[in-house]
């Protein structure tokens, strides 16, 4: 897919979930072969992802949407490091980290915000 993609030389390239149900070593080569392609055929490359993990190790700037409403936006460094909105902080929270085993996975409550960037 990704070959047919850049077939056309497009300036943009959306990649959308691009390494859903891979496992993690697949899904590193993939991700690094999209980085590599922005590099060498100067493409812009749109990646849509629910993981803020990897959203954070292969972006410069972010978009954190919620039901289509863009909650907060800006540098990946910042907004993962110090985000302004209490849901891109939920979403932080409920990431799964290697050696912490909560006893209760973060819940969060949608309905508290409704407020989107401007």
Do not use: N, W
């Amino acid at each position: 897919m990704i070959a047919m993609s850049i077939s056309c030389e497009p300036a943009l390239l959306i990649a959308d979930e691009p390494t859903t149900a891979l496992d993690a070593t697949i899904q590193k080569q993939i991700l690094d072969l999209l980085a590599d392609l922005r590099e060498e055929l100067g493409l812009s490359v749109l990646l849509i992802s629910h993981d803020l993990g990897l959203v954070s190790r292969y972006t410069d700037d972010v978009v954190v949407m919620l039901d289509g409403h863009a909650m907060e936006s800006g540098p990946t460094d910042r907004v993962v490091s110090a985000p302004e909105s209490g849901y891109t902080r939920g979403l932080l929270e409920a990431s799964p980290r290697l050696g912490h085993s909560p006893d209760r996975l973060p819940v969060i409550d949608k309905s508290r915000f409704t407020k989107a960037v401007q």
